[in-house]
């Protein structure tokens, strides 16, 4: 992989000049803390549309039942989608600054659409009280709604793959402070805005639920013009990676580059084999590459076959017949996260309910506190956050610490028991939704009412449960795929975390619409669907989920878990690379696997 030129030292060379400022280097904490500003602000403004979207559709749109479901799943999934593309733009020509900036500016626009959908009535159907039919939308009216929501989706396709790349960019990861930073970073990352997002969602959302819809979406709009401001103020101290092209085209040429010499056997006898590495010409630093022990077939779209590949400059004449050690690297690291990446999707999809259904449950309960005051459905999406920073705040902030102290060394939960704990907290979150909601719906139908007796704060048990399987899986799963890539991949890297979140709500939407067409056959009361939760059998459908966790379970312990690096394998590789050579950089902080160990000594070698 090339090495983006910048000094070891201060880490500024190949990002903009800033030598007007020689004291102080760019990138570091400096340059995150705007960075973590401008994040705030955007995840205050977008989160408090996402906490309250289900209630506003609900209540201003009428909108109920599968289609309420469908509109919210499918638009959090091609919100996440969407990284895809905006990883592509911003390693192919734009860059993570300026991706970031125009997705800012996209959501800002989709922003305004939602305060105008609240603002002028003739953008919304009449309003209607619970029990009488409620006349649904018009298509226009629908079009204007879903354009609205379209520009805040490609909003967040270009900051979601981009902001922690953006931030990782700022740290020097070849020196030991530099590594430490970037240590903490992703968990006090997601700590810093969720903390932000508790405290201002509960005014947010309470008044955009009992006060008004107008001020409540005015707010998060003016939060995204502080956002782009705070980014724009910070924008002399950040270190700017250059743009590389599309490694996804990059990746396309290794398959088809391997598929057309697939009959070489690289067994044989590895030294007859000659591989294209324009970086590296040192036949010790080549042979690394058939050291790699797991997806060997990609190596043979580096071997050199025939001298005639190459041109006169000796670059390859056709680049889908044979492709660099660099480009092979690359799809390995990609096809090395895929395994503990599908197990993420299970997880996910359990968070997915709480957004929907979760919500639902809660505007069919008690929400009343004392006579003048109801808590608002959204407000049982806080307490999963409170849940994800009370966990990190004692991970990071008492237990590590004491833990160095005490040990005399680092010690970290390891990734895959972080997963295997977030996993088996969603599992116990469907099981607990399943009980609570068999309870609530049994007193509403004994009373005869629309509204259960049961307080909304029983649903505080599975709200608490789907943070906490954020606060291990989410984090594990975005730190593994971060790490798991090499520095230019690393927009890349974001996107494949947001597309599993997709994946997740895509599949949290296919689920219902078969449960409905299915359950529902011979004129039968479908589990799902319509405007009553109380016709509905909601818990069986939990428990439907919390199958598919456990069996996620099982494949996580048994198979997905051996592609998760460990801290043994850490020691082992730092210990190596210190013996083989003085000169030699580090090993990373963060736990290679046998893939990532090799790539880092090819890297390595080249640096130095």
Not at 467 to 486: K, N
Request: charged content about 15%; aromatic content about 10%; glycine content about 6%.
């Amino acid at each position: 992989m090339e090495i983006e030129s910048h000094s070891h030292s201060t880490g500024v060379q190949g990002s903009l000049s800033l030598e007007s400022e020689p004291k102080k280097p760019a990138g570091g904490w400096r340059a995150v803390k705007y960075i973590l500003g401008n994040e705030s602000f955007e995840k205050l403004a977008s989160m408090s549309l996402v906490a309250n979207i289900t209630v506003y559709l609900r209540t201003k749109y009428n909108l109920n039942g599968i289609l309420l479901v469908n509109v919210v799943t499918i638009w959090s999934g091609s919100s996440n989608l969407s990284s895809i593309v905006g990883a592509i733009i911003s390693d192919v020509c734009l860059g993570r600054f300026l991706t970031l900036l125009i997705g800012t500016i996209c959501s800002l626009l989709g922003m305004v659409g939602m305060t105008l959908t609240a603002s002028i009535t003739q953008l919304r159907p009449p309003e209607c009280n619970e029990q009488s039919p409620c006349k649904q939308p018009q298509k226009w009216q629908l079009g204007f709604l879903f354009t609205a929501l379209g520009m805040i989706a490609v909003g967040a396709g270009c900051i979601r793959p981009c902001n922690i790349a953006f931030g990782a960019d700022q740290f020097d990861t070849k020196t030991e402070k530099g590594r430490a930073q970037l240590e903490s970073f992703f968990n006090w990352w997601y700590l810093l805005f969720t903390v932000a997002l508790v405290i201002a969602l509960t005014g947010v959302v309470y008044i955009q639920t009992n006060i008004s819809w107008i001020i409540g979406f005015t707010i998060p709009t003016a939060c995204l013009a502080i956002s782009i401001t705070i980014f724009l103020i910070g924008q002399h101290t950040y270190i700017y990676k250059k743009t590389r092209g599309s490694v996804f085209i990059d990746m396309a040429k290794v398959v088809a580059a391997s598929f057309r010499k697939r009959k070489i056997n690289l067994r044989s006898g590895d030294n007859q084999h000659s591989f294209y590495d324009p970086v590296q010409e040192q036949e010790t630093e080549i042979a690394n590459l058939t050291k790699l022990k797991r997806f060997n077939c990609l190596d043979k779209a580096a071997v050199i076959t025939d001298p005639g590949e190459l041109d006169a400059q000796g670059m390859p004449k056709n680049s889908w017949k044979l492709c660099s050690v660099q480009q092979v690297q690359q799809l390995k690291c990609l096809v090395g996260i895929i395994p503990v990446w599908f197990s993420g999707i299970g997880c996910f999809l359990v968070m997915d309910q709480q957004s929907t259904f979760g919500v639902l449950q809660a505007i069919q309960m008690n929400r009343s506190v004392g006579n003048h005051f109801k808590i608002p459905p959204a407000w049982l999406s806080i307490t999963s956050m409170i849940a994800l920073s009370i966990w990190i705040y004692i991970y990071e902030g008492i237990y590590i610490p004491n833990a160095k102290k005490i040990l005399k060394r680092r010690s970290r939960l390891m990734l895959q028991h972080r997963i295997g704990i977030g996993i088996v907290m969603s599992i116990l979150c469907m099981v607990v939704a399943g009980v609570v909601e068999k309870r609530r719906r049994e007193l509403a139908i004994r009373q005869g009412s629309f509204t259960s007796p049961v307080h909304v704060l029983v649903l505080m048990p599975q709200f608490i449960l789907s943070g906490l399987t954020e606060a291990f899986s989410a984090v594990a799963i975005m730190e593994f795929v971060t790490v798991q890539m090499p520095e230019s991949m690393r927009s890349v890297a974001g996107s494949i975390f947001f597309l599993s979140l997709s994946i997740a709500s895509y599949l949290s939407a296919l689920i219902v619409n078969v449960i409905h067409t299915v359950t529902g056959r011979n004129r039968k009361s479908p589990w799902l669907g319509g405007h009553d939760l109380n016709k509905n059998r909601l818990d069986y459908y939990y428990y439907i989920i919390a199958t598919l966790g456990a069996i996620n379970l099982i494949y996580f312990t048994f198979f997905a878990s051996s592609y998760v690096p460990c801290h043994k394998a850490v020691k082992v590789a730092e210990e190596s690379q210190l013996q083989n050579s003085a000169n030699q950089l580090e090993a990373r902080d963060f736990p290679p696997n046998e893939i990532m160990q090799d790539e880092e000594r090819g890297l390595d070698a080249r640096t130095t």
